[in-house]
C-alpha cells in the first residue's frame, strides 16, 4: 500500500459487477471519503485519518489513479483524461448523474450494515465533489458534503449552474432536504473549475438546508492539497453532529 496508506485496512467491495480496492480506517459510523483527481494521494490519506479520529470509520474506494501515489501535473491529467473518456463519469452531459453513484450507494448501504450508527456520511473531490450529492438520493447518507464539486465541467453558463444531476435525482435531493437532512459545500471564491454559480444553484434550490462555506483566493483543493484547517473541523464537525451525536 505504501507509506501513505499506513495504518488503512485494504479491502475490495463487488457490486454491479464492479470489483474495487477499499481503505478502511478507524471504528464508528461509516464516512465515505470519495478521492480527487488524480487518485488516493497522501492528502486524501491524511484527511481519511483525521476522519478516522473523530470517532468515526473512514472509509476510501480506490476509483482511479494508484493509491498513495503523490500527484504531479502529468499523473493528474492522465487521470483527467482516463475519467473523461470513461462511461461511468459525466464529465460533460447536462442532466446526468453519474454513473459511477450507483456504486457508491451500493458501497454506503453495506458501510452502514457493517459500522452501524444513524447513518452513513459521504464527502466527493472535485471531480467526484458532486457524487456526495447523487449518493444523498438515498435514505442511507444523512451527512453529504461538496468539496469543490467540478462535475459537469463548467464550460459555458449552463453547465457552471449545473450540479451533475438527473433532474428526477435532484428532486430526489431537494425531497429529502426538505425532510431535514442538511448538504455542505466547500470551495474558494476565485475558483473557476467549481464555480459560484454551482453554489448560486444550491442556495437557491436547497435554501437554509445547504451550508456553504465560501475561502477567499483563488485555490482548489479545500480539504487536501491547498487545506484550510478551519474547513476541515467543520467538516468534521459536520459529520460528527450527523453520526455520533446525532
Known sequence: MGVALDGFELGSFTALDATRDVYRRGTGPAVIVVHEVPGITPEVAQFGREVAAAELTAVLPSLFGTPGRSMTAGY????????????????????????????????????HERCGGPGVGAVGMCMTGGFALAM??????????????????????????????????????????????????????????????????????????????ELPGSKHSVLTNDRVDSAVT?????????????
Do not use: H, N
Open 76 to 111: 493528474a491529467t492522465r487521470e483527467v483524461l482516463r475519467c473523461c473518456i470513461s462511461r461511468e463519469f459525466a464529465t460533460m452531459a447536462l442532466g446526468r448523474t453519474s454513473p459511477i453513484t450507483a456504486w457508491l450507494r451500493e458501497l454506503a448501504r453495506a458501510e
Open 136 to 213: 444523498m438520493i438515498d435514505d442511507v447518507v444523512v451527512a453529504p458534503v461538496l468539496s469543490q464539486p467540478s462535475l459537469p465541467f463548467p464550460l459555458g453558463r449552463v453547465r457552471k449552474a449545473s450540479v451533475g444531476l438527473s433532474d428526477a435525482d435532484f428532486e430526489r435531493v431537494k425531497q429529502r432536504v426538505a425532510e431535514g437532512t442538511c448538504v455542505m459545500g466547500l470551495r474558494y471564491e476565485g475558483d473557476r473549475a467549481s464555480p459560484l454559480e454551482r453554489f448560486a444553484t444550491l442556495r437557491r434550490e436547497l435554501g437554509d438546508g445547504f451550508l456553504s462555506v
Open 234 to 246: 467543520q467538516v468534521l464537525e459536520f459529520f460528527r453532529d450527523r453520526l455520533v451525536r446525532p
